[in-house]
Each structure stands twice: as C-alpha cells, then as structure tokens.
T-cell receptor, first 112, second 114 residues
C-alpha cells in the first residue's frame, strides 16, 4: 500500500513562532487532507489539498503532487494550535468511497 | 450545522461483553467509514459503506461488524471485546462518487474494556 511519512514527529514551539510540517507519500494521490486532532481526540479538517496552495488564517498548505509531498505552515503559533497534525492520502479508488491512509502524525506543543 | 455525531463519547464495557457504537450524519453523504485509533497511533480504517454496500478491510478482525440501516445512521458492533480493542473509534463520511472526496469526522467514541 501507499506509504505516508510525516516529519518531524514532535515539535515544541514558543508562542508566536512559525513552523513547517512535512508529509511525504510514496505514490500518486487523488486526495490529500490535513487534520488537527485536538486534545479531546476529534479530527478537525484543516485542508483538502491534493495539489496547489491554500490558506486559512494563520495556516496554509502546499502540495506538490509531482514530487509527492505536502507542507503545512503554521504562522504566529498559539497555544490552541497544540495537538497532533495528521496528513492523510488516498492513492486511488479501489472501491466506491475513498480510503485514506494516515501518516504517523506530528505532535505539536506550543508553550506560552 | 450539518455534522457527524457519535454516541456515546465514552463507553466502558467488560471483557467479552458485546458493545455497539453509533454514528449519525446530517450531511446526506453516501459513504460512511469506521476507523480505529489506538493510543499514540494514526487512525486505521476498519470498513466503510457506500450506500448499502459494505466494504471490509482485509485485516479487520471478524470480531468487528457494522450495520447501516439507512443513509443517516451507521453502527459498529464489537461482538466480544478484548483488552486490545480499547481505542478511540472514529466515524467519518464523504460524498461519492462524483466527488469531492473530502472526509468529515465525528468527535469519536473512546472505548475502555475492563
């Protein structure tokens, strides 16, 4: 199956700092999503970004599909940004419905 | 707001005692998914329904079953929970087949097995 690797595995930031999270994948993808898992366990959709660049407030993401990677940028980090960030991809539709494969996640701690 | 709802948020069951987790959605999506997420791991797909068509992952244990009585509801049944089944169970939906393929997740049910 498709391999999804995220780096770094852990990240400690001072409030106000900027950071970049990376997601590498091993095959062409139809779908790529970034999620933030909050301390209560809920997965919050950040971006649906199989290619190109998107921005939402202090967050932005870029996927370079031809080179099989995606980047998530966090600017002016806040303590509420703490949690685990997952990248998930769909290689192809093997059956009706897309099958997301998740990376191992990046655990982010933003200190006040 | 349209959403994915999971009940209960926390569930405690005894070793070997059947348990059912529920998921409902107001998004009117065709596809519903169940994921299992163990501590400090990524979510792992168990199975999904496309309308009434059930699609099981090859490595999903037989102990896990699912039902989808209508578009809005989907249930996860664990027939004989073991200690290793303690996890967060996440339900998700997506609109298919025309796309887009974005998946939306519910808040999850955290299952404890005693």
């Amino acid at each position: 199956g498709i391999q999804v690797e995220q780096s770094p595995p852990d990240l400690i930031l001072q409030e106000g700092a900027n950071s970049t999270l990376r997601c590498n994948f091993s095959d062409s993808v139809n779908n790529l999503q970034w999620f933030h898992q909050n301390p209560w366990g809920q997965l919050i959709n950040l971006f649906y970004i199989p290619s190109g660049t998107k921005q939402n407030g202090r967050l932005s993401a870029t996927t370079v599909a031809t080179e099989r990677y995606s980047l998530l940028y966090i600017s002016s980090s806040q303590t509420t940004d703490s949690g685990v960030y997952f990248c998930a991809v769909e290689r192809r539709r093997e059956a009706a419905g897309n099958k997301l494969t998740f990376g191992g996640g990046t655990r982010v701690l933003v200190k006040p | 707001d349209a959403m994915v709802i999971q009940n209960p948020r926390y569930q405690v069951t005894q070793f070997g005692k059947p348990v059912t987790l529920s998921c409902s959605q107001t998004l009117n999506h065709n596809v519903m998914y169940w994921y299992q997420q163990k501590s400090s791991q990524a979510p792992k797909l168990l199975f999904h329904y496309y309308d009434k068509d059930f699609n099981n992952e090859a490595d999903t244990p037989d102990n896990f079953q699912s039902r989808r009585p209508n578009t809005s509801f989907c249930f996860l049944d664990i027939r004989s929970p073991g200690l290793g089944d303690a996890a967060m169970y996440l339900c998700a939906t997506s609109r298919d087949p025309a796309g887009p393929y974005e998946q939306y997740f519910g808040p999850g049910t955290r299952l404890t097995v005693t």
